[in-house]
């Protein structure tokens, strides 16, 4: 380059410039300054449409409240890392990577740095169980059980899906911009409660009824902690929130519907005054739901207890916005975790059972449509796993910070959430579920033992793993957080200088 001789008062500026371009080969780089950038995309399915959850097909015919991807992306000129709240009951793992690699054909983020995250919306699109095509090849009565009677995945849908996730990825990235952020954590106690409870009979059974009278106590804890972080542009506009809480979705409203994280969002912004996006990221929750089995009070309708649920969550995160510091020396990373896991099959002896239920005309009511059901499921895994004996498992660490969100793609159960937390040397730890993949419920090794028991046990096409599957997931994210360093909390200015007393607030107590 070269450089063109100006000569003013008092020196040279071609001197000048030669000094400082030599300096800065011994100064360090300057910091790049964290960005951060959200967006929204719409997936609300249509009338009509089937209604995800269950063992048997519901189908859509209302609307309340639309369904949403919603990105947050944070950038720091080395790494970019990306969370992704989808308004759904799960997401497949072949969704995640054709998501994965859009969003890297459309942006260059590597996919192993986006996490994708289902909120577990029992109000929400058709995902299914069963997915596009996987039994064609079946003999026919399971093609009948697999696509007649059990929630099925639409493709059109699942494709959707895909390209709203990388056209909101690409959304987030083109609006980034330089960021303060902020780490909290609320506490909300009085909506979500251990769904288990033990019983005289020396079981543990699943919601068996308020005011039962063999119920003895819940039979493990909850997970208080609201997780939130805010970002900020420079000016003190807020661009978004991430809230990660352990509650299931599954309040059921009569039509389509984000579920309770609608009403999370709309508490946030209306409290706060703003349309920025609120990303819910579902804690370690397969074992708790809004149902309190030791109340005996009267329940909400659904619609009322999405929005108390959504409303107390809500004003708790909007306490943390509130008051929590903000900074800017965020670094990122991430690290991920792929490996396999073994299936769980029915016995020979169960399988025997359920070819012999399945015989038999489908019955009407309850428990022998229940036993049917399983049947079925029964049915549906051990072809499935003929094909596919292992279930391909990722999880996944993000650091934003101080803060880092480690996931699991099962509804695990909040004691793997809590023992994550414990074991992890960052302030800030939010275990995510049902990212990256959804491979159902994954209980602790009690659950199983003389004691357990509850629907969450068992063997069906949607759950499955071995029975170790939760102590694996647990020790890989922590592992992979301990890879990375914490970075600091930002902290709130310190005073510089004592403050002058008010003039009429130092004055002699008056008496007469």
Not at 70 to 93: P, W, Y
Not at 138 to 155: C, G, I, N, Q, V
Not at 335 to 360: D, E
Not at 478 to 489: C, H, N, S
């Amino acid at each position: 380059m070269q450089l063109r001789r100006t000569t003013i008062p008092g020196g040279n500026v071609q001197r000048w410039l030669i000094r400082a371009a030599l300096l800065s080969l011994w100064l360090p780089p300057v910091q790049a300054a964290i960005e951060a950038g959200f967006a929204e995309r719409d997936i609300t399915p249509e009338i009509g449409q089937e209604r995800p959850g269950g063992y048997a097909k519901a189908f859509h015919k209302k609307f309340l409240d639309p369904c949403k991807v919603r990105v947050a992306l944070f950038a720091d000129g080395t790494h970019t890392v990306v969370l992704v709240g989808l308004d759904a009951l799960k997401i497949s793992r072949h969704v995640v990577q054709d998501a994965r690699a859009e969003i890297t054909r459309l942006t260059q983020i590597p996919g192993d740095a986006v996490m994708i995250a289902a909120t577990h919306s029992h109000s929400s699109g058709p995902v299914g169980n069963v997915q596009p095509g996987e039994y064609d090849a079946a003999p026919e009565l399971l093609r009948k059980l697999a696509y007649e009677h059990t929630s099925l995945a639409d493709a059109a849908y699942l494709a959707k899906v895909v390209r709203q996730i990388a056209d909101g990825v690409k959304a987030a990235s083109d609006a980034r911009v330089p960021a303060k952020i902020g780490f909290g954590v609320g506490h909300e106690d009085k909506v979500g409660f251990n769904r288990r409870l033990r019983m005289k009979n020396g079981q543990t059974w699943t919601n068996p009824g308020v005011g039962n009278p063999d119920v003895l106590d819940y039979a493990g804890p909850i997970d208080p902690a609201v997780g939130v972080i805010g970002a900020w542009d420079l000016q003190g506009r807020l661009l978004g929130t991430i809230v990660n809480y352990a509650l299931h979705t599954n309040i059921s409203p009569d039509g389509i519907s984000a579920n309770w994280p609608y009403h999370l969002e709309q508490t946030i912004q209306g409290a706060l005054k703003t349309n920025a996006p609120v990303v819910f990221l579902a804690g370690a929750c397969g074992d708790i739901s809004k149902i309190d089995t030791l109340s005996p009070f009267e329940r909400p309708t659904e619609e009322q207890w999405m929005q108390i649920v959504g409303g107390r969550v809500g004003a708790e995160a909007v306490k943390v916005l509130l008051t929590m510091p903000r900074g800017t020396d965020i670094a990122l990373n991430s690290r991920a975790k792929v490996w396999p896991i073994r299936r769980r099959l029915p016995s020979p002896a169960t399988l025997q059972r359920a070819r012999t239920v399945i015989a038999a005309a489908k019955p009407a009511g309850n428990p022998e449509l229940t036993e049917w059901m399983f049947a079925k499921e029964s049915l549906l895994l051990e072809y499935r796993a003929r094909i596919t004996p292992d279930v391909e498992v990722e999880v996944q660490v993000i650091q934003i910070g101080p803060a880092v969100y480690v996931s699991n793609p099962a509804e695990l159960f909040v004691e793997y959430g809590l023992d994550i937390k414990k074991r992890s040397p960052f302030p800030f730890t939010f275990p995510v579920e049902l990212a990256n993949g959804g491979v159902g419920y994954v209980p602790t090794e009690e659950a199983f033992g003389p004691g357990g028991g509850g629907y969450e046990t068992r063997i069906t096409i949607s759950s499955n793993l071995e029975i170790t599957a939760g102590r694996q997931m647990a020790d890989a994210g922590v592992a992979l957080v301990k890879e990375l360093k914490p970075g600091p909390v930002p902290g709130r200015p310190r005073v510089k200088q004592p403050g002058l007393p008010w003039l009429f607030g130092n004055v002699p107590a008056q008496v007469d």
